[in-house]
């Protein structure tokens, strides 16, 4: 679920076409996590940040890609 949710992060903040936002999403997607982190009373694994990221960096290739085929099949 953790990586669903980070490739549809990528996905929305591709659609605003930043890059500020494709970085502060980034961002404070790690912040959240260590407020969280600190905010929890047991431990909390660290793994689920990393899918998270994983999931953010594959929805934004995803974009990319996707945005070059279309440029590729609007061209033949």
Do not use: E
């Not at 694994?45 to 945005?67: E, Q, R």
């Amino acid at each position: 679920m953790v990586f669903f949710l980070g490739i549809s992060l990528g996905v929305a903040a591709l659609a605003l076409r930043s890059m500020s936002a494709l970085a502060l999403i980034g961002v404070m997607s790690a912040g959240i996590f260590a407020v969280s982190a600190m905010v929890s009373a047991s431990g909390v694994p660290v793994l689920s940040l990393l899918i998270a990221l994983a999931g953010y960096n594959l929805g934004i290739a995803g974009g990319f890609a996707a945005m070059l085929a279309v440029m590729r099949l609007k061209l033949v």
